[in-house]
């Protein structure tokens, strides 16, 4: 019975935060000038950073860097290769993971961004607006919520992975 409170309990904070966090992202996109600020992969990473904060994947370097490498991979094989997208797709996706890898800053969520990126034939803009001022909110909130609202030690330190 304790473990099914636990799980009501983590799955009750995470769907919130999620809500805010997505909430604040969208209210940004669709009512100010700021630009659009929302990626489906993010709804992925709410799980990670407010479910699973103390998971190496949900730390922000991983977060920022995952989305970020993922995107620019997949647009610059979208952009340097002229082969059928049924090729560019898991070429790009295969080479964002192996970059996230390379990089050690694996972050699953970020792994379908390629895939979007190639489907809408997204430019450098994509990269920019939303993955880059996207995940910095994303990592803002994650930050602010996790360890001064719950509590959690969020972000780990470099050491503790």
């Known amino acids: 019975m304790n473990d099914l409170k636990n799980r009501f309990y983590t799955a009750s904070i995470t769907s919130f935060f999620a809500f805010i966090t997505i909430g604040v992202l969208s209210f940004l996109t669709l009512n100010t ?14 799980v990670l950073v407010f479910g699973f904060p103390e998971n190496l994947f949900a730390q922000p370097k991983n977060v920022f860097f995952g989305h970020f490498i993922t995107t620019l991979s997949g647009i610059l094989i979208l952009k340097y290769f002229s082969i059928p997208e049924y090729l560019l797709i898991p070429i790009a996706v295969g080479v964002g993971i192996f970059f996230m890898i390379f990089f050690d800053v694996v972050h699953p969520p970020a792994g379908g961004n390629p895939i979007v990126v190639v489907l809408g034939q997204e430019s450098f803009g994509f990269l920019i607006y939303p993955i880059v001022f996207g995940s910095i909110i994303i990592i803002f909130l994650a930050v602010l919520i996790n360890r001064y609202l719950l509590k959690k030690k969020y972000p780990l330190n470099e050491s503790s992975y």
């Open 33 to 46: 000038d700021f630009g659009w600020l929302l990626a489906g992969s993010f709804g992925a990473t709410m």
